[in-house]
C-alpha cells in the first residue's frame, strides 16, 4: 500500500522556507542611520524600534498593544457584580411583598416593616435577609440565586473555571473544593520553604486537576496564574469608590464564610503575596466601559490590562540593561498571538546574529559596533558619496612607469636603457634561443654527448618584469565639530565625509595614512572606531589653530608620504591656544586668534604643503579669511552644498593623488 499525504496551507508560524535575514542588511540600515546624524546607540535602538526591510519593529507592537489596552479598557464596568447583586436583591424583594400584601395578618405586616426597613446598602441588607423565612417561592429563588452568583462570582475570580463545580450544589463537589484549596495552600507553604515541590504539584494535580483546565505544566507556572489574579483582584478593590469596595468586600466575606471557605481563601491570598511580591498588588485600574463585568471577567481584564502594561515597558526597552530576551513570549502571545512571537524572535535572532557575525560587541552589557561593522558602514558612507560624483575616478592610483620597486604586475616586457627592474630568466632564455634559431645555426662549439648546450645572451634577448609603483600619501581631513554645524545643517554631511574618506583610503589606497581630526574650542585625533558615534560638540568654539598644529605632527610621522591637507568648516577662527596650552574663545575673532591660525598655515606653506578649505555656508567673513588662507598658501577654497561635501572632498583627494604623481615622474 503505498503512503497517503495531506497538503493545506502552513499556520505554524514564519514561513520556513523564505529567505533568512541577512544581518549585513540591518548594518547597511543602521549605516544609514548612523549617516543620518544619530548615534551608534540611538540607531541600533531606531533600528529594533522601527523595523527594518522584512522586520516588524518594537515600536509597532506596542502600538497594538495600546490598541488592544484601550478596547479592554472600553470592555465594561468593575461594579457588574454589585448590579446583579443589587437587581436580584431587588427581585426577591418584590416578589415577597406582592405575597405579602394580600395577606390581612400582623405577622404580614410585620414582614412588610422588617423588609422596609433594610439598609439601602446591598451587603447589610443581604446579610440581615441570612434568617429570614421568605412567603414566596419566587422570592427564595431569587434570593438563593443571589447567594449563589456571589459565591461562583467570589470563586471564578481567583480560579477560571471552578463556577461548573458549585453549580449543582453538590456537597462532595464543595467538600473537594475545600480540600483542594487546603492541599494547595500546603503545597505553596512548602515551596515558601525552600523545599522540593516537584512530586507533590504531580500529585496534587493529579488529585484536583479538574478544578484547572488550562493544565499548567509546573507549580511556577500555576503559582504565576493565581498570583496574576489574586495581584488584579486586589488592584480592582483598591479602584473602586470607598462605598463599592466596602459592599463587595462584605458580599464576598458572606459568600467565603457561606462556603466555609473564609479562612482558607485568605491564606491563599497571604501565600500569594509572599511568593509573588514582585507583581503589582497595589494602583488603581479603570474600565470605562458600559458592559456590568462579573467578578471572573473584571479581574481577568485587569490581570491583562497589567500583563499590556509590562509587555510595554519590555518593548520600550527603555531602562537600564534592556535587552529583548526581557521580552516574555507567553505575554506576547497572549496579548498578541502567534504572529506577534515570530516578530519578536526575529528581532531577537538579528541581535544575535549580528553579535555571532561580529558586526556587534557587547561591552558591560551594551552594544557597540564592532571594526566589521564600521568598514561596512564606511563603505556605505563611501557609496553615497560616489553616487553623487559625475565620474568615479575610483582606483587610479597607478604610476604609469615601472620601477625595481613596485608589486609585480604578471606582466614582462623587454629590457631598455636605464631599467632597474627585476630580470625575467625564463623570458630572457626563450628570447635567446628562438633569436639563434631564427638565425639557422646553433650556437658553437657543439656540445659533447650527453652535455646541455649553451646558449649566448645578448642584450635584445633580456625581458624584465613589469610592476607598478604606488604612490603614498598622508591625509589629514580637519573637521569642524563646533555647535554651529548642527545648528547650520552641516554635520551630518561632515560625519558622512569623514566616514567616506576613510572607507576610501583604507580600501583602495591601503598604503595611505589617514588622519580624522575634530576640532572645536580643542581639536582631537578621531580614532576610527569613534567615527560612527562622533557628534558636534556643544562648546563654543572653531580652534582651526589647534587642528593644523595636530596635522603637522601628523604628517612629521610620515616624511616620506605626501601630504594632503582638507580642511571643512563652517566658521572663521573663534579659538587658539595660549602660551600655556589653554584655549581661549573670543567672538568676534581676536587679532590673536587670527594671527596664530595665520602662522600654522605659513608652516604649512613653508613645508610645500597647498591645503585644501571646503567652506559651508554663506558667512562673507568666512569667505573673506578662507579666500585670504588659499591666496597665502598655494591652496584652494571650494564651496559645495552639504549633499555634495563628500564628493568634492574625494574628488580633491583623488585629484591631489593624480596631480603629485605627474610632477614626480
Not at 478544578?211 to 504565576?224: A, G, I, R, T, V
Request: aromatic fraction near 6%.
Amino acid at each position: 500500500m503505498s503512503d497517503r499525504f495531506r497538503y493545506g496551507a502552513y499556520a505554524g508560524g514564519p514561513d520556513p522556507l523564505a529567505e533568512p535575514y541577512d544581518p549585513g542588511r540591518a548594518v547597511d540600515e543602521l549605516g544609514d542611520r548612523i549617516l543620518g546624524g544619530q548615534g551608534v546607540r540611538d540607531a541600533l535602538r531606531s533600528l529594533l524600534h522601527q523595523g527594518a526591510d522584512g522586520l516588524r519593529g518594537l515600536d509597532e507592537l506596542r502600538r497594538r498593544v495600546q490598541q488592544r489596552r484601550r478596547s479592554l479598557e472600553r470592555s465594561g464596568r468593575m461594579d457588574g457584580v454589585l448590579e446583579r447583586a443589587r437587581e436580584l436583591l431587588d427581585r426577591a424583594l418584590a416578589a415577597e411583598q406582592e405575597a405579602l400584601f394580600p395577606d390581612p395578618s400582623d405577622d404580614a405586616r410585620f414582614r412588610e416593616a422588617q423588609l422596609g426597613e433594610l439598609p439601602r446598602d446591598t451587603a447589610r441588607a443581604v446579610r440581615e435577609l441570612a434568617d429570614y423565612d421568605w412567603r414566596s417561592p419566587q422570592a427564595r429563588e431569587a434570593y438563593e440565586q443571589l447567594r449563589r452568583m456571589l459565591a461562583e462570582e467570589v470563586l471564578d475570580q481567583q480560579f477560571r473555571g471552578i463556577r461548573a463545580a458549585l453549580q449543582d450544589q453538590d456537597p462532595a463537589a464543595a467538600q473537594a473544593l475545600k480540600d483542594m484549596l487546603a492541599d494547595l495552600n500546603r503545597l505553596l507553604e512548602k515551596r515558601s520553604r525552600g523545599q522540593d515541590t516537584e512530586r507533590d504539584f504531580a500529585d496534587f494535580m493529579a488529585a484536583h486537576g479538574e478544578f484547572f483546565p488550562e493544565q499548567p505544566q509546573s507549580l511556577d507556572e500555576l503559582l504565576d496564574e493565581l498570583a496574576r489574579r489574586a495581584a488584579a483582584m486586589a488592584r480592582m478593590l483598591e479602584s473602586m469608590t470607598p462605598e463599592q469596595r466596602a459592599e463587595l468586600s462584605e458580599l464576598m466575606s458572606q459568600a467565603l464564610g457561606d462556603l466555609d471557605l473564609a479562612a482558607e481563601m485568605g491564606r491563599l491570598g497571604d501565600n500569594l503575596r509572599a511568593l509573588r511580591p514582585d507583581l503589582p498588588w497595589s494602583g488603581r485600574q479603570r474600565l470605562r466601559g458600559d458592559r456590568p463585568l462579573g467578578l471572573g471577567d473584571a479581574t481577568e481584564a485587569l490581570a491583562e490590562l497589567a500583563d499590556l502594561d509590562a509587555l510595554g515597558d519590555a518593548l520600550a526597552q527603555d531602562y537600564p540593561g534592556a535587552a529583548l530576551a526581557d521580552i516574555d513570549e507567553e505575554q506576547v502571545r497572549r496579548a498578541l498571538g502567534r504572529a506577534a512571537v515570530d516578530d519578536v524572535r526575529a528581532l531577537q535572532q538579528l541581535e544575535r546574529s549580528l553579535e555571532e557575525q561580529g558586526y556587534l560587541v557587547r561591552s558591560r552589557g551594551d552594544l557597540t559596533l564592532s571594526p566589521k561593522a564600521i568598514r561596512r558602514i564606511g563603505q556605505t558612507a563611501l557609496r553615497r558619496v560616489f553616487a553623487s560624483l559625475e565620474g568615479t575616478g575610483r582606483g587610479e592610483h597607478d604610476v604609469p612607469d615601472a620601477g625595481a620597486t613596485g608589486e609585480l604586475t604578471g606582466t614582462s616586457r623587454r629590457w631598455a636603457f636605464g631599467d632597474e627592474a627585476p630580470w625575467d630568466p625564463v623570458g630572457t632564455v626563450r628570447n635567446a634561443i628562438l633569436r639563434t634559431a631564427q638565425r639557422g645555426a646553433l650556437p658553437r662549439p657543439a656540445p659533447a654527448a650527453g652535455s646541455p648546450g649553451r646558449v649566448q645572451l645578448a642584450a635584445e634577448d633580456i625581458e624584465v618584469r613589469e610592476t607598478e609603483r604606488r604612490t603614498r600619501a598622508a591625509v589629514a581631513l580637519l573637521v569642524d565639530q563646533s555647535f554651529s554645524m548642527v545648528m547650520n545643517d552641516t554635520w551630518r554631511a561632515a560625519k558622512t565625509t569623514a566616514m567616506a574618506l576613510h572607507a576610501l583610503a583604507s580600501s583602495q589606497f591601503p598604503a595611505d595614512a589617514i588622519e580624522i581630526i575634530a576640532f572645536a574650542n580643542l581639536a582631537r585625533r578621531i580614532a576610527p572606531h569613534e567615527l560612527p558615534d562622533l557628534d558636534a560638540n556643544e562648546v563654543q568654539g572653531t580652534n582651526l589653530q589647534h587642528a593644523l598644529m595636530l596635522a603637522g605632527r601628523f604628517l612629521d610621522r610620515h616624511r616620506d608620504a605626501e601630504p594632503v591637507v582638507l580642511v571643512v568648516t563652517d566658521g572663521e577662527p573663534t579659538a587658539h591656544l595660549d602660551a600655556d596650552g589653554e584655549w581661549w574663545f573670543s567672538w568676534p575673532p581676536t587679532a590673536e586668534t587670527v594671527a596664530l591660525t595665520v602662522a600654522e598655515v605659513d608652516r604649512m606653506t613653508s613645508r610645500g604643503i597647498p591645503l585644501s578649505f571646503f567652506r559651508l555656508g554663506d558667512d562673507p567673513r568666512l569667505a573673506e579669511f578662507l579666500d585670504a588662507m588659499a591666496r597665502r598658501n598655494g591652496g584652494r577654497v571650494l564651496a559645495p552644498d552639504g549633499e555634495r561635501l563628500g564628493g568634492y572632498v574625494v574628488q580633491d583627494y583623488l585629484r591631489a593623488r593624480r596631480g603629485r604623481r605627474r610632477t614626480r615622474r
